[in-house]
């Protein structure tokens, strides 16, 4: 059993859609994060849930908005997208919000917005 | 504010050569340390983690780091690389005052060649 999952895998859309990326993780984690990795491999915090509360909010445009329906699901959703949006977006989840386990990711979505 | 640094951009080695990949952070308080790989087309996956005790910690495949407080290191070693180790490597700190969310490096290309 796959413990983070993702989908879609790749996801390809025109400059101006709107699309969400789904999560589940099946480790009955309490913490689920979003991580987005830019064209040079650069892996930067967006959102955190814990608990289906958000706990941690980069400085993402509003245009993202993530939703956590349960503890074990963390969708991203994506208004307006932008050429800017393209890069792997990654979910994962840890059993606490502190700083102290260890994080399990998933395969990634692979934004491609032309 | 919190940041990570890894020295190497890539790295490209033979098969049986010694590898030492570099991290530097930069924050004043207790922090936890993470090395994390992503092989290619992969999700990341932890190597080794410190939280406390022992400064030098041993991971999985072979690979160990050392943490330097002092220095605010904590540089990823293999004594004998070999070619399936080939992949992306970060490292990644988390304090308990930022909600457990994970700061990455840039990230080191390892390549090695058969």
């Known amino acids: 059993d796959t413990a983070v999952s993702q989908t879609p895998k790749y996801l390809v859309t025109q400059m101006g859609n709107d699309k969400s990326i789904k999560c589940e993780q099946n480790?009955?984690?309490?913490?689920m994060y979003w991580y987005k990795q830019d064209s040079k491999k650069f892996l930067k915090i967006m959102f955190s849930?814990?608990?289906?509360?958000?706990?941690i909010n980069e400085t993402v445009p509003n245009r993202f908005s993530p939703k956590s329906p349960d503890k074990a699901h963390l969708n991203l959703h994506i208004n307006s997208l932008e050429l800017g949006d393209s890069a792997v977006y990654f979910c994962?989840?840890?059993?606490?919000?502190?700083?102290?386990?260890?994080?399990?990711f998933g395969p990634g979505t692979r934004l491609t917005v032309t | 504010a919190q940041s990570v640094s890894q020295h190497n951009h890539h790295v490209i080695l033979s098969e049986a050569a010694s590898l030492e990949l570099g991290c530097n952070y930069s924050?004043?308080?207790?922090?936890?340390l993470f090395w994390y790989v992503q092989y290619p087309g992969q999700h990341l996956q932890l190597l080794l983690k410190?939280?406390?005790?022992?400064?030098l910690v041993k991971g999985i495949k072979g690979f160990e780091a050392e943490f330097i407080k002092s220095k605010f290191s904590f540089n990823l070693r293999k004594p004998s690389v070999q070619w399936s180790d080939t992949a992306e490597y970060f490292c990644?700190?988390?304090?308990?005052?930022?909600?457990?969310?994970?700061?990455f490096g840039q990230g080191t290309e390892l390549s090695v060649k058969p």
């Open positions: 994962a989840s840890s059993q606490e919000a502190g700083a102290v386990d260890e994080q399990y």
């Open positions: 480790l009955g984690h309490d913490t």
């Open positions: 990644a700190v988390s304090s308990y005052n930022q909600g457990g969310k994970l700061i």
């Open positions: 410190y939280f406390s005790g022992d400064p």
């Open positions: 924050y004043g308080g207790t922090v936890n």
């Open positions: 849930y814990n608990n289906k509360e958000l706990i």
